[in-house]
């Protein structure tokens, strides 16, 4: 038995909707039915002895291990955190016979970190919001009451008294949550390019940067819950569209407790093998989390050509809304017989439909990012998009000018083809099977004399995964492949192990070894492939490590060829 990780939850989770301090522990089951109740006793024992109020108790069984997790204040959570190494540090010498850490010097050491941490204005405010139904975020450095323009921040050790405050500025904003396997950035960039054409001032947190209106504020994987506090703080934001990935979802819960809608893409295997996300079924529990911001008011947007999302949708009783690929999914039908709407793709037509009407949208080829309607993933992804927008307070007109007029640059590193002489070079981020066999379906509608395959992986995906990956990829029919190392994503591997494994499954393919190059960096792959490439030959480019990089070498390549 093993404590992987004890980590504070700030937001809606997969033991509660409330604050908490959760315990991962790798155990078998039998361990883990032995572990649960004696964890539970110990921090009973020491709330009891610290004179904390009792707690909620909870735990959920995982692939390969289970987690605890105990409820306390906002302003007591590294403290509670401390209670579970604590308890987990006891159970375990309990188990194995050897001496406890002493109760006595625990509870002194955590009264003190309690007593630092406590923070009575902050409950108080808290408490405040919640009498009063205003939106109320807070963190480490900072508390906020409302949302985006109708916001108001302070730092969390200077907090206003309540009945100082006017409590009729702290409105909201319309917020959409955007999660799920593939598919995410893509879907909130043209959310926001729709807003924005909407006339609205648009905040924006994803994987890439948080941006408000067309202003970058900072680059990185803003996809967590500091992200979305962010957005939701600015001043200028009345509209806010926040991307959610599993990681956050996981380490922090939910980033807001409610919102307008809530979508979810779709769900596929991706970073399976992390505690929490070790099956399909874990990582469909975690996306699913963004429904709780819609459950009571708002509006779920599911992805009505994924099975696993219809299934788990038969139990939900919110609101839905749903999209397809296919105007005769049984799904939509059954939703639209019934007095809802859907979005579907209908011949080459984007639709929205009800029960008594048929709206037309746009064709799929005249939206940029389709490349002409090649590209069926980016088609999904607009009508996701145009959902989540109708949802936020865009209409119809502003939906079909905000999806036809966002071009594949403000959409880096997700399927943007460019042209070098009589060469094209196709830039994409697919980095999981789902993601590359899309990205691999309109690579084959693109003409082409030769194909080369620029990729690597990271070492952090099973060995079954990598194989799966490269199966799909050679399955267009591939001509050449270039390996990079990608040492910065090993993960735990030795450098060259994952280049072993594709190498590996690349030849029991049936390719010659002498198309398999290997090279340490992504930019020498494609320096490269471009060497290889003939006229008429179209290089694919999986940009893992990031597109900014690979564009800039793609730019400088242009006057010299073309």
């Not at 990205?439 to 003409?447: G, I, R, V, W, Y």
Request: charged share 20%; net charge negative; aromatic share 6%.
């Amino acid at each position: 038995m093993e404590c992987l990780d004890a980590r504070r939850l700030t937001g809606p989770s997969l033991l509660f909707d409330e604050p908490a301090a959760v315990l991962d522990v790798l155990c078998t089951t039998a361990e883990a039915a032995a572990f649960v109740p004696a964890w539970q006793a110990r921090v009973e024992q020491m709330l009891a002895a610290l004179g904390w109020a009792p707690a909620q108790y909870r735990h959920c069984e995982l692939k390969g291990g289970v987690s605890v997790a105990f409820t306390a204040p906002i302003d007591a959570l590294y403290a509670a955190t401390e209670i579970n190494e604590w308890a987990f540090a006891t159970v375990l010498a309990e188990q194995q016979g050897t001496v406890p850490p002493d109760l006595q010097d625990a509870q002194s050491n955590i009264a003190t970190s309690a007593a630092e941490e406590r923070n009575d204005a902050l409950l108080a405010l808290q408490a405040a919001a919640v009498e009063r139904g205003a939106r109320f975020l807070w963190d480490d450095d900072t508390a906020s009451l409302g949302f985006g323009c109708s916001s108001s921040s302070w730092p969390v050790r200077e907090l206003p008294a309540p009945a100082a405050l006017d409590w009729s500025r702290f409105a909201d904003v319309p917020v959409g949550i955007v999660t799920g396997t593939n598919g995410k950035t893509t879907t909130v960039r043209l959310a926001a390019h729709i807003l924005r054409g909407a006339g609205k001032t648009v905040g924006l947190s994803s994987t890439d940067w948080i941006a408000v209106h067309n202003t970058v504020l900072d680059r990185g994987d803003w996809s967590g819950p500091g992200g979305a506090r962010a957005v939701l703080r600015h001043p200028d934001v009345d509209v806010a569209v926040l991307e959610c990935a599993r990681g956050g979802l996981l380490r922090r819960g939910l980033g807001v407790n409610q919102a307008n809608a809530a979508l979810i893409t779709n769900i596929a295997a991706d970073h399976l093998g992390d505690f929490g996300s070790r099956s399909i079924d874990e990582l469909l529990n975690i996306k699913w989390l963004i429904s709780r911001s819609v459950r009571d008011a708002g509006i779920l947007i599911l992805n009505a050509d994924d099975p696993r999302l219809v299934t788990k949708a038969r139990d939900y009783d919110g609101k839905l809304c749903w999209f397809s690929l296919d105007a005769c999914n049984t799904v939509v039908e059954r939703h639209v017989a019934n007095g809802g709407t859907a979005f579907v793709y209908d011949g080459d037509k984007l639709l929205q439909v009800s029960r008594d009407t048929s709206i037309e949208i746009c064709a799929a080829q005249d939206i940029p990012i389709t490349l002409g309607g090649a590209a069926l993933h980016n088609i999904a992804n607009a009508l996701a998009a145009a959902v989540l927008t109708s949802m936020l307070g865009a209409s119809i007109d502003d939906i079909r000018a905000g999806l036809t007029t966002m071009s594949q640059d403000e959409n880096p590193g997700r399927c943007n083809v460019y042209e070098i002489g009589t060469r094209k070079v196709l830039v994409d981020f697919a980095h999981n099977p789902h993601a590359m066999q899309a990205l691999f379906d309109m690579a084959q509608a693109l003409p082409a004399r030769r194909r080369a395959l620029c990729f690597g992986q990271a070492g952090d995906r099973p060995d079954e995964l990598i194989r799966e990956m490269t199966r799909a990829a050679f399955a267009i029919g591939l001509d050449q492949v270039f390996v990079s190392e990608l040492a910065p994503y090993h993960r735990g591997r030795q450098h060259g192990e994952v280049f072993g494994l594709i190498r590996d499954e690349l030849l029991h393919l049936g390719l010659d070894a002498s198309r398999i190059v290997h090279h340490e960096l992504e930019s020498e792959t494609l320096d490269a492939a471009m060497r290889w490439a003939q006229d008429g030959d179209l290089v694919i480019m999986l940009a893992l490590g990031g597109a900014a990089p690979i564009q800039a070498q793609i730019r400088a390549l242009t006057p010299a060829t073309g």
